[in-house]
């Protein structure tokens, strides 16, 4: 099974920042990968796919990269609808592991 | 629009069963594998079955592997999920999501809390 790390786990930051999470996968998975966007209450919604393909709808300010074991998800600018849980997901093979997620604070 | 919406979930015993169903509408349902993610309180996101549109083909996490049984009906564009042999490690909500490799849409989820 393919095991993904983020990191980090907390991140503090002010408005108007640029951020960076890290995922990395335990083998290589070319470019299947993917990012979640989690607020409290609320599903998982899609904001990367490919690694790098941002999802229709989804703000510019949002940017994905990377290819076989790391990969970086970039948010310039954070907003205040911004401060939520980031996940990456691996989506090569069954099971579709994700992240143990990166929780993005207001400083 | 696509929306899913799932139901069945409550409280339940250790050791008990419970459904969870998934109604799927906005997109030609029999095309797409669906997924169930689960999220234990305050908990990250876990995958823990998968369904190919056909039905033909299940896949399954370690953790729920002989308790779960992932199933649909393309007659109902419903997907189900049987929960056996309950733990209170099984606490959680339970999401479905539609399955194109990435998960583009997801339901609001269904709470289902083990517990005596």
């Known amino acids: 099974d393919i095991q993904l790390t983020q990191s980090p786990s907390f991140l503090s930051a002010s408005l108007g920042d640029r951020v960076t999470i890290t995922c990395r996968a335990s083998?290589?998975?070319?470019?299947?990968l993917a990012w979640y966007q989690q607020k409290p209450g609320k599903a998982p919604y899609l904001l990367i796919y490919?690694?790098?393909t941002l999802q229709s709808g989804v703000p510019s300010r949002f940017s994905g990269s990377g290819s076989g074991t790391e990969f970086t998800l970039t948010i310039s600018n954070l907003q205040p609808e911004d401060f939520a849980t980031y996940y990456c997901?691996?989506?090569?093979?069954?099971?579709?592991?994700f992240g143990q997620g990166t929780k993005l604070e207001i400083k | 629009e696509v929306q899913l919406l799932e139901s069945g979930g409550g409280l339940v015993q250790p050791g008990g069963s419970l459904r969870l169903s998934c109604a799927a509408s906005?997109?030609?349902?029999?095309?797409?594998?669906m997924s169930w993610v689960r999220q234990a309180p305050g908990k990250g996101l876990e995958w823990i079955s998968a369904?190919?549109?056909?039905?033909?083909?299940?896949f399954y996490a370690d953790s729920v592997k002989g308790r779960f049984t992932v199933s649909r009906d393309n007659t109902k564009n419903t997907l189900y999920l049987q929960l056996n042999n309950l733990s209170a490690g099984d606490t959680a909500i339970y999401y479905c999501?539609?399955?194109?490799?990435?998960?583009?849409?997801w339901g609001q989820g269904t709470l289902v809390t083990v517990s005596s």
């Open positions: 997901q691996q989506v090569l093979s069954y099971p579709r592991s």
């Open positions: 083998q290589g998975i070319s470019s299947y």
């Open positions: 999501a539609k399955d194109i490799y990435h998960f583009d849409y």
């Open positions: 490919s690694a790098s």
């Open positions: 906005g997109f030609t349902f029999r095309s797409y594998a």
């Open positions: 369904i190919i549109g056909s039905g033909g083909s299940t």
